[in-house]
């Protein structure tokens, strides 16, 4: 390899290339960067002239990064990262912190870090959260890739080979919950009967848009005749839910670990019941995905041990 000039280097170059790996073409790479794919394509050249290596090779599937350009791509985002942090500090007052970026939906901030941060345990390092509301699993990907958060946590996994996904949590016994004074709230049981009688409030996170959909798992009714749900309230904010709930005569379906921890801890009025013979749901897992090589591991298995540690209600 040639000895490149520090410099009189241009580091753009190194900004073009990370953008085609993760990308995955030129043309991508164009329209997020607002330049033409003929602007990226010299800039690639420019970039291999001044390495005197080649940067990407074709396959059937389109441009792969050689083991030079993946290096490079590496102590990219690692620098990027280390230096949006320098500058995210000297904004914030008193002692530094390191600050975790983290993607997820409201419920799961909400039941996880709400609960870690009662601990002190849980306050050496600052979280920032964003919404997965409406953000596809190729845009979680990206984000991740890019540097642009630290941290995505959600009910599927995130395939990628630069991407470490760790199954944090499961979700398997599902509730019927309803408002405490609502039409439901005297009945000892559930039948499928009450099911269908009455509204529904439904919490969707914008990834899954199907009814039988519920935080990454699929509910299945086991009767001759399944009959109709009217669902009345969708939302997006598990607080929403819950505050329709309590104010109506609707019903919705949760896991029991959230329907205990908004009764017990956030007590909200509302009951529980188990479910109707006849439904069944599966399971619904809970990852945590953080970039392999991040120069935040140490932070984020920090807070992988915390959120593992928190008890449940």
């Not at 792969?64 to 000297?90: C, G, M, R, W, Y």
């Not at 009967?193 to 529904?200: G, K």
């Not at 607080?239 to 379906?253: K, P």
Request: neutral net charge; aromatic residues 8%.
């Amino acid at each position: 390899m040639n000895e490149p000039s520090a410099i009189n280097f241009d580091y753009n170059l190194i900004k073009i290339m990370n953008e085609v790996i993760v990308s995955g073409n030129i043309s991508k790479a164009a329209e997020n960067l607002s330049l033409t794919p003929s602007a990226i394509s010299l800039s690639i050249n420019k970039l291999r002239r001044h390495l005197g290596e080649d940067l990407f090779y074709r396959t059937a599937t389109g441009l792969k990064p050689t083991a030079t350009a993946l290096d490079i791509h590496d102590s990219f985002v690692n620098a990027i990262t280390i230096i949006e942090d320098v500058l995210q500090s000297t904004k914030t007052e008193g002692p530094s912190c390191p600050i975790l970026r983290v993607m997820c939906p409201d419920v799961l901030e909400d039941y996880y870090f709400n609960r870690m941060y009662k601990n002190d345990s849980g306050k050496a390092v600052k979280v920032e959260f964003s919404s997965t509301n409406n953000v596809k699993s190729d845009e979680m990907v990206k984000s991740l890739l890019h540097a642009n958060i630290d941290v995505v946590i959600s009910h599927h996994a995130l395939q990628h080979e630069k991407i470490t996904s760790v199954k944090m949590d499961s979700m398997d016994n599902y509730v019927i919950l309803c408002g405490a004074n609502s039409l439901l709230s005297n009945q000892k049981e559930l039948a499928l009967l009450h099911y269908y009688a009455l509204p529904h409030a439904v919490y969707n996170d914008g990834v899954y848009n199907d009814f039988t959909s519920l935080l990454g798992t699929s509910l299945t009714i086991d009767a001759p005749y399944a009959g109709l749900v009217k669902v009345i309230y969708r939302s997006s904010s598990i607080n929403g839910i819950i505050s329709a709930l309590e104010r109506s005569d609707m019903l919705t379906v949760l896991p029991r670990m959230l329907a205990d921890y908004f009764i017990r801890e956030r007590n909200c009025k509302l009951k529980c019941f188990d479910l109707p013979k006849e439904i069944s749901i599966k399971h619904s897992p809970v990852y945590m995905h953080y970039l392999s090589n991040s120069s935040k591991r140490r932070y984020v298995h920090m807070v992988l041990s915390q959120l593992k540690a928190v008890e449940p209600v």
